[in-house]
């Protein structure tokens, strides 16, 4: 084992074991042996005699304290520090020792000897000294493989120039990506299959593009114009929909891993995740450029802002960093924030890089060439950042005690005039928490709080509900979020500075001081350099976005790849590294990187381009040879059919029973909840579950908690809200055919569908039949389907004369069976 001082020449780091930033440094634990020996003796057997049962990592974190690590006790609880080395008459945990406050004192039913109280003073006046961390040998070196796999590994180089190349049928390619398709078929000696029908080709790049089915009305006019332009006038309407920004928003949000709760042991809502959710969506329709929406993503609160609108758009675009899964519950604040950097790098390295950083959080990546200091240059970014999502942590609250009003962003613009009337209220309500307060303080942990009152319960528990009560009334009337003028996302803390090595990732173990930076395993020429005045996020955004970074753009090409063909041109969409697949067409994702590049970062251009070429516009056909050769369709001979997405089912019923509501609803249904802990069974949970039902706006819309996500999308394999995640599982499972028999939304579109083709005076049974088919499944009945579905409705009406309404029921029943179908559900 090394002492951290003998660890300086390893590591060539910029470290400064003693400087305050490592927790007041770790100068006082540099203390002589006989200092360590004192507090080995004296001082650790009362910490762990008086305070470990309420105040240490493995027992109980009372006030938030932990006395078990010195930086703990350095950092203190909800009180301040406990411990100011060199200065016992400030220090807390000798004014508790000492007091006689019954509410203060410590420990609460033992009081210290003077001996005991002169030895804790001593041992604080002489620097509080601390036996020194010990780190693994080796620490702070990293594999020689390292240099090797950056100079190797395909991800990590320049983009190259992807040259177009040749092929032997000059006639098959209608764009650049087609000749580097065919040219991989014709080595293999394969050929691709024949185009797609219109009827197949109008369905699936609407759905692809919008998320939606195309009316009957846009399939007869597209069918009916046999002009060489017809297909390109089409993308392009389709492009400029606002449909489009809901559909590729959705896929953006999947990689944001949106969710509107903190999700974890205890479940809080964000009732201002929404505002998020829309700047997306406004960003997509309008073509952001990929490179000036990621910048707004992780420093948009840094940019210029020429109005007051784009300042609040650039503040909620920084929600990306905000809106993760966070466990409230957690008993240490330095654990608190830890984790929550923690999951900050995965998102944004795994999102925009494909790289799996946080990997490295305890010790050098096991597999990419990402050492752990790279980890803490990139933590010490986001530790200078205050992460605004309204709550804070604090094990086993209630209440209101997981908000924190102080962590939002403010947008829109603060009433000009105080209200006489509202700030009379609020003194008024402000006076009537603060008397509760203190009257539950007064008989808290006394014997008149334990005492019953009539009802039979304590009478201290009475109180604090009474306080946390009036607590909640004050918050409505002076809470900014209950104005709707608060967003989440992050700024720059008040300190900035760079931040410790962590030992073994634990939150506790400083280690050397890691100045600012990005990753090593990129060479991107032109490094921006830190501000040492803010956080560096803007030069991340800046370093992630140079034209020297070739992993951004080739990542972003992937994604879009992957959602227009079903799988990328590299199938593990979100990991580029060594564990990751390589790329069946690694000139053409260069060759699209570049173009990508050079039409600045248009991702509108980027769909165009390749919904335009003709391997997008293959049939599904399924040849026996082509099969035996590349039976995973790895070299696109064919267009591989796909199950629709969870939204894309729910939204596609809606559309076809004419029920759909296309207009943006105002916010979510989750911004009229109060921050607190939301049961999974309780009756927000339950109020939550009957509006996602009742809705009939598009699914994005849908309110998106934590483990209370609709049934509609839920059962259809919904995202996981967790991390990153590119790829949606696409499963085939039987509670999704008892939810399209049984579920009372699919039969309400099924009864809306049947009433919207007896709407139609002029279509007799056959029309309505041709009808049905081509609002569900976009085509026209066979000749056979017509007979099949008549002799069905006849029988039905045999079995069902009992019925009220003859007519509609069994109209209703055929229009289930259509929308339960297969053929519904996949898009060839």
Not at 454 to 470: D, F
Not at 584 to 608: C, E, I, M, T, Y
Not at 619 to 640: F, I, M, Q, Y
């Amino acid at each position: 084992m090394l002492l951290i001082p003998r660890l300086m020449a390893p590591i060539a780091l910029a470290v400064a074991v003693a400087a305050p930033a490592a927790g007041a440094g770790q100068a006082a634990a540099r203390a002589d042996a006989t200092a360590v020996e004192f507090f080995e003796k004296k001082v650790r057997p009362l910490l762990a005699g008086y305070c470990y049962n309420c105040h240490s990592a493995n027992n109980n974190s009372q006030g938030g304290l932990r006395v078990d690590d010195r930086n703990g006790l350095l950092q203190g609880g909800n009180g301040g520090p406990a411990v100011v080395p060199g200065h016992p008459e400030k220090s807390l945990l000798i004014r508790s020792v000492r007091s006689t406050d019954e509410n203060l004192k410590m420990p609460p039913k033992v009081r210290l000897s003077p001996e005991q109280v002169a030895d804790l003073t001593k041992w604080i006046k002489d620097g509080a000294a601390w036996p020194e961390v010990r780190v693994p040998q080796g620490f702070g070196k990293y594999s020689a493989k390292y240099d090797k796999l950056r100079k190797e590994h395909w991800a990590w180089q320049p983009l190259r120039e992807g040259k177009v190349p040749p092929v032997r049928d000059a006639s098959w390619p209608r764009t650049s990506i087609d000749r580097f398709i065919l040219a991989g078929l014709e080595r293999e000696g394969l050929r691709p299959v024949s185009d797609a029908d219109r009827t197949t080709l109008i369905r699936r790049v609407t759905f692809d593009l919008t998320g939606l089915p195309p009316t009957p009305a846009e399939i007869d006019a597209f069918l009916d114009e046999r002009s060489t332009d017809a297909y390109p006038k089409l993308v392009e309407r389709l492009l400029a929909s606002p449909a489009f920004g809901e559909r590729w928003g959705r896929h953006w949000l999947d990689v944001a891993r949106y969710g509107e709760s903190t999700g974890s042991a205890r479940n809080v809502p964000y009732p201002q995740s929404w505002r998020y959710r829309d700047c997306v969506i406004n960003a997509l329709n309008s073509d952001k450029p990929y490179d000036r929406f990621l910048i707004e993503q992780i420093a948009g609160d840094l940019l210029p802002a020429e109005t007051p609108r784009q300042r609040d758009e650039q503040r909620v675009a920084t929600g990306f960093l905000a809106l993760g899964v966070k466990d409230v519950n957690q008993r240490f604040k330095v654990r608190f924030v830890m984790d929550n950097i923690d999951e900050q790098i995965d998102t944004v390295t795994r999102s925009v890089l494909a790289l799996t950083a946080s990997c490295a959080r305890c010790h050098n990546h096991k597999f990419d060439p990402i050492p752990q200091q790279d980890y803490y240059a990139l933590a010490g970014i986001f530790h200078s950042t205050d992460l605004c999502a309204g709550v804070r942590n604090k094990m086993g609250g209630s209440g209101l005690d997981y908000y924190d009003n102080t962590m939002l962003l403010q947008v829109g613009d603060a009433p000009s005039r105080p209200n006489p009337e509202a700030t009379e209220k609020i003194a008024r309500a402000k006076k009537a928490f603060e008397a509760a307060k203190a009257e539950f303080e007064a008989i808290r942990g006394k014997p008149e709080g334990r005492a019953l009152a009539a009802n039979g319960q304590p009478k201290q528990q009475i109180a604090r509900q009474k306080m946390v009560r009036l607590q909640t009334e004050l918050a409505a009337l002076t809470d900014q979020a209950a104005s709707g003028r608060s967003a989440l996302g992050v700024r720059d803390a008040r300190t900035i500075g760079d931040t410790a090595l962590r030992i073994r990732g634990e939150a506790e173990k400083l280690g050397p001081i890691v100045p600012r930076g990005f990753l090593s395993v990129l060479s991107v020429a032109d490094v921006p350099k830190i501000n040492p005045h803010q956080s560096g996020r803007l030069e991340l955004a800046r370093w992630l976005t140079s034209t020297q970074n070739p992993l951004t753009p080739r990542v972003m090409v992937n994604r879009v790849w992957h959602h227009l063909f079903g799988a990328g041109l590299v199938r593990s969409v979100d990991n580029f590294g060594v564990t990751g697949e390589v790329p069946s067409h690694p000139n053409l994702l260069d060759h699209l990187a570049r173009q990508f590049v050079r039409d600045g970062w248009s991702v509108k251009k980027l769909v165009r381009a390749v919904v335009l070429s003709r391997a997008y516009q293959l049939g599904s056909d399924v040849p026996e040879a082509n099969t035996k050769r590349d039976p995973a369709n790895r070299l696109v001979w064919r267009h591989s059919p796909r199950r629709l997405s969870a939204e894309e089912i729910r939204d596609a019923a809606l559309a076809a029973a004419g029920t759909l509501d296309r207009t943006r609803p105002v916010g979510s249904p989750v911004k009229d909840l109060r921050v607190m802990e939301l049961a999974d069974n309780g009756p927000q949970a339950k109020k939550l579950a009957e509006q996602a039902r009742a809705s009939r706006h598009r699914s994005v819309y849908l309110p998106l908690l934590r483990g209370l996500v609709p049934t509609s999308l839920e059962v259809f394999d919904a995202v996981e809200q967790g991390m990153a995640t590119g790829n949606r599982d696409a499963t085939t499972v039987a509670p999704q055919a008892l939810y399209l028999l049984n579920d009372p939304f699919v039969w309400q579109q099924s009864l809306a569908l049947a009433e919207r083709l007896f709407k139609r005076k002029d279509l007799d049974d056959t029309g309505r039949i041709e009808a049905a088919y081509c609002l569900t499944l976009g085509r026209s009945a066979t000749p056979k389907e017509v007979e099949r579905v008549k002799a069905y409705l006849a029988e039905y009406e045999l079995a069902a004369r009992a019925e009220a309404d003859l007519k509609t029921t069994p109209w209703a029943s055929f229009c289930q069976a259509l929308l339960g179908c297969a053929e519904f559900r996949y898009l060839k």
